[in-house]
């Protein structure tokens, strides 16, 4: 996502930042600008940019990012690599994003190991409800949802 802020009195004009950000890492960055401590279950997968906007720090400790399309087909980038989970067909297909931002040649069969981690990853975050430290949340209700193709439905109770 690319982003750009205005803000003369706090943020220095020209600079950039190379690092996967997402929207809902708006939610955290402004409680930070406000001062305001979220609350455990708020905002569970948003990390503020405050101090990169600032200038204090080069990059954020950021958990991987988790997409999720219109069909319900579940996705994670972390750093150049995104691994999309083919939903309820099954398989995966990895893009390099630093190569190939169309997503043109898929790579998974080049690269199993980092299928396995990315699924690791992503199978973690769903588990715990979210992606930032604190205690786990429960995603909507306690079912299992099909999309979740990967993850077997005893391992989410």
Not at 62 to 86: C, E, N, S, T
Request: glycine share 8%; charged share 30%; proline share 5%.
């Amino acid at each position: 996502m690319d982003a750009f802020v205005r803000w003369p009195a706090s943020i220095k004009a020209g600079q950039t930042v190379d690092q996967t950000i997402c929207q809902t890492d708006v939610f955290a960055t402004l409680a930070d600008m406000l001062n305001v401590e979220l609350p455990p279950n708020a905002a569970e997968d948003s990390f503020s940019l405050l101090p990169q906007l600032r200038g204090e720090a080069a990059s954020i400790d950021r958990a991987p990012v988790i997409h999720h399309d219109i069909g319900g087909r579940f996705a994670i980038r972390d750093g150049r690599w995104k691994l999309i989970m083919k939903g309820e067909s099954g398989g995966f297909e990895l893009y390099d994003m630093e190569n190939d931002v169309q997503e043109t040649k898929d790579l998974a069969k080049q690269h199993p190991e980092v299928v396995e981690l990315l699924t690791k990853k992503i199978t973690d975050i769903v588990k715990r409800g979210r992606s930032t430290p604190g205690p786990d949340q429960k995603n909507d209700g306690d079912a299992w949802w099909k999309q979740l193709s990967w993850i077997q439905a005893s391992e989410m109770k």
